[in-house]
């Protein structure tokens, strides 16, 4: 099992900025695909930004040139670095991390972090 703790949520006006940070530990074998989703209340989930192994990143149109996802691989640690937020941002913000064990796919999910966007 792989656990994922976030922080860095909160509450931050418009035009305000957050950093969501992501931890993985335990069974780690080979993490390819580490990013961030967010659902915001009576919506799906859906995917704000993602980055592979090889720093390869996709990001939810409406927040490309905002926000920025990055990796630490020496700490297992996924980041989104959130700028000019707008109220349309509100949401519970998730992590998500996929690696393979053993030829074996897996995927984690964290708790998620709260983010509101309101003056």
């Known amino acids: 099992q792989v656990q994922l703790v976030e922080s860095g949520g909160g509450l931050v006006q418009p035009g305000g900025s957050l950093r969501l940070s992501c931890a993985a530990s335990?069974?780690?074998?080979?993490?390819?695909?580490m990013g961030w989703y967010r659902q915001a209340p009576g919506k799906q989930r859906e995917l704000v930004a993602t980055?592979?192994?090889?720093?390869?990143?996709n990001y939810l149109h409406s927040v490309k040139g905002r926000f920025t996802i990055s990796r630490d691989n020496a700490q297992n640690t996924v980041y989104l670095q959130m700028l000019n937020l707008k109220p349309e941002d509100t949401a519970v913000y998730y992590c998500?991390?996929?690696?393979?064990?053993?030829?074996?796919?897996?995927?984690?999910w964290g708790q998620g972090t709260q983010v509101t966007v309101s003056s």
């Open positions: 998500n991390v996929q690696q393979l064990r053993f030829g074996v796919h897996e995927e984690y």
């Open positions: 980055i592979t192994s090889g720093d390869n990143t």
């Open positions: 335990g069974s780690i074998f080979s993490i390819y695909t």
